[in-house]
């Protein structure tokens, strides 16, 4: 067991997804099973006292690896000597809304946070944002942290590229593991593009092995860009233990590398990559090694898929104005 504990904070700790975060980053499934981690909780003062209650569960737990839980509501306090930031406490969207409608409710959150994880986080400061709209929160963050490489800061798509996962597993009758180099582009909001031309079941092409475009346009697509809102409208909630477990898969990846012949989707900075305008927040295609990613390159994009990745990232660069008109960035 490596002996110093990765300091981990989650903000919104005390809200639905943190319920389903916290036993897993302490079980050892975000970083691993030989990884102590030190559990830095951060809520709003009215929640402080539910957060003390999970920390009390926690200790009940006896995780080998918890090293120990600390609770503040001060931003500054809470990402000082971070190493891994969850940045999940935002308000959830409800019935009827789109993610962007959260992005005044939302964005004043995440201009102190960044400031804060300037100020004090440690050097290798690695940023998940999963409140919404996560992409833009990430990026106001990442704004107001000049003094932190800008790749550290990362948007939540991967809760997306499992649900595409999923859907085409199901449609080709094989398991999730048989499929590789799925990618969601874009925003995580309806307008993502869940691409299958570059994906593969069992070394095939995936698009060719299922060839029904009906199915991709009619069926596929929409389901996973409005998954959330489908569950909003069963549950009467949003997702909490699928985002808490596609959290825990981002962080994995990025800290554990993609495998051999396969890649992820996270929401990175753009560089320019794929036509997507420079600084944006976008979901790419992506590997990972040694805690480092890469945003694939050289894949061929046909009509079909231009005009997709096109309106997702518009739609991010209007965001980018909204927050700017808003004084955020
Ligand atoms: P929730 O309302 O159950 O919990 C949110 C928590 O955040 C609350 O405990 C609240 O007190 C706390 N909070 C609010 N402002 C805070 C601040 N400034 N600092 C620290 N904590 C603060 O919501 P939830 O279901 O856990 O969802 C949280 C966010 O995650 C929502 O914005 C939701 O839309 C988003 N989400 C994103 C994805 C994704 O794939 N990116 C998936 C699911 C949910
Ligand atoms: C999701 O994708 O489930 C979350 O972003 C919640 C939402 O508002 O859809």
Redesign the pocket.
Known sequence: MTSTPVNVTV??A?????YALLFRIASGQLLGADVPVRLRL???P??VKAAEGTAMELDDCAFPLLDGVDIFDD?TKAFAGTNVALL??????TKGME?GD?LEA?GG?FKPQGEAINAGAADDIKVLV???P?NTNALIAQQHAPDVPAERFT??TR??HNRALAQLSKKAGVSVSDIKKMTIWGN?SATQYPDIFHAEIAGKNAAETVNDQSWLENDFIPTVAKR?AAIIEARG????AS?AS?AIDHVHTWVNGTAAGDWTSMAVVSDGSYGVPEGIISSFPVTTSGGKWEIVQGLEIDDFSRARIDASVGELAEEREAVRGLGLI
């Open positions: 903000t919104g005390a809200g639905q997804i943190g951060l809520e709003i009215q929640a931003a999940v406490g935002a308000r959830p969207r993610r959260l939302n959150i999963v409140g919404n996560a948007a939540m809760l997306d995580h959330g909630a949003s997702s909490a985002a596609a």
